[in-house]
């Protein structure tokens, strides 16, 4: 197996892995009263992170490494997981609000409204980069950073109708 290969398959397992706990999160914050908001757009996120995945595999599995590039994408899986666990149960993919509870301000949203946001597209910038595919990383990059643009605005709109003042939510 490549090293390639076993970037992409870690990679692959994490963020299914992610899925899974997500789902459950959602279920049991519906479970509790929370509302999903502008749940519109989420194919369209899944759609972005499914097609990036699946470009990387096949155009990248052959790829060498950039070991640089490695370490930096370990880095960021580092503050993703440092996001997690400050969201513990409140963290999912959607956009789901839970009325009366305070917005989270700990760990990393001392720093960022959207730390989550940001490691993301820093993943999805680096991982193509790690393989030797800078195409893929522009036009990735690009395509999220529309996406965003699409689900901040309307996480926005989420937090406004659920608390007296935007913020930052669940990502």
């Known amino acids: 197996m490549s090293a390639a290969v ?15 706990l997500a789902r459950y999160n959602t279920g049991r914050l519906l479970a509790r009263g929370a509302i999903e908001m502008a749940a519109g757009h989420y194919p369209l996120v899944v759609a972005l992170h499914a097609a990036w995945l699946i470009a990387l595999w096949v155009c990248g599995r052959n790829q060498p ?7 930096i994408f370990i880095v960021l899986e580092g503050l993703r997981f440092w996001v997690i666990a400050t969201l513990g149960p409140r963290w999912t993919t959607r956009i789901i609000v839970v009325p ?3 917005l989270i301000s700990a760990g990393p949203y001392r720093y960022s409204s959207h730390p989550n946001y940001a490691v993301v597209a820093a993943e999805i910038a680096v991982l193509p980069l790690a ?6 990383a522009v036009i990735f990059t690009i395509l999220n950073a529309v996406v965003l643009a699409i689900r901040m605005r ?7 109708v ?10």
Do not use: D, K
């Open 6 to 20: 076993a970037i992409l398959a870690l990679v692959t397992l994490q963020r299914v892995g992610e899925l899974v």
């Open 65 to 71: 490494v950039n070991l640089f590039a490695v370490g």
């Open 100 to 102: 009366g509870e305070p």
């Open 131 to 136: 393989l030797h595919l800078p195409l893929m």
């Open 154 to 160: 309307a996480e926005a709109r989420a937090l406004l």
């Open 162 to 171: 659920v608390h007296e003042r935007p913020s930052r939510a669940v990502p």
